[in-house]
């Protein structure tokens, strides 16, 4: 089985929340694919923040915007997730629709500079603070060397979480032993998402 179902999944469980006009985030651009994804999802009067520390990514992440016609929405931060709290607008934070993580290494890039536990878990506690009730923060892992860790802390905050605050999935393979890709949903507890009425269906 390849990894376009876990793929998929995350896309699914991220797009059902997000409407046009809303606003989300790239924790993790990486090649930019979930960042034109995101981008398509809230439409043109929406908006999307990346974030990644290698140019690059950010070069890549561009490049994927100007092709996909959608560059226009997207605001890219050349800084670490941690630091999402902080660069968002005020006046979004409580309304943002979705968060999405990709964990691990850019691929096609230097393995040896990955995401870490420590930075991880503070973006997702800022992540869980930005998003609006009923909005999710969605993590993928396709795993790396040292990945383990990192997906422990992981696994450990979403334990962690009040369930009157937040409801958490895991979603995984269960029979591959080598970095088996996994994913976390974790939904904001809440009033439901809006509808999609601002402008139609996404483009």
Not at 10 to 34: E, I, K, Q, R, Y
Not at 64 to 80: F, I
Not at 149 to 158: F, G, L, P, Q
């Amino acid at each position: 089985m390849d990894l376009d179902p876990i793929l998929d999944a995350a896309h699914s469980f991220a797009g059902a929340v997000l409407f046009p006009g809303d606003v989300a985030v790239d924790a993790t651009t990486g090649n930019g694919h979930d960042t034109v994804f995101l981008a398509k999802q809230v439409g043109e009067s929406g908006r999307v923040y990346g974030f990644d520390v290698q140019p690059e990514a950010l070069r890549a992440t561009t490049q994927r915007l100007d092709a996909a016609g959608v560059a226009a929405r997207v605001t890219l931060r050349s800084t670490g997730h941690e630091h999402l709290r902080r660069c968002l607008p005020k006046a979004d934070h409580g309304d943002v629709g979705a968060v999405v993580f990709n964990c691990g290494y850019l691929p096609g890039g230097d393995q040896e500079i990955v995401t870490r536990p420590e930075t991880t878990v503070a973006a997702l506690r800022a992540s869980l603070d930005v998003v609006r009730p009923g909005g999710r923060v969605v993590v993928l892992y396709l795993g790396h060397d040292g990945g383990e860790e990192e997906a422990r802390a992981v696994r450990e905050w979403a334990r962690g979480l009040d369930q009157e605050r937040a409801q958490a999935l895991s979603y995984r393979f269960v029979n591959q032993i080598h970095h088996p890709p996994r994913l976390l949903v974790v939904e904001k507890c809440g009033i439901e998402n809006r509808p999609p009425t601002r402008d139609g269906p996404p483009t």
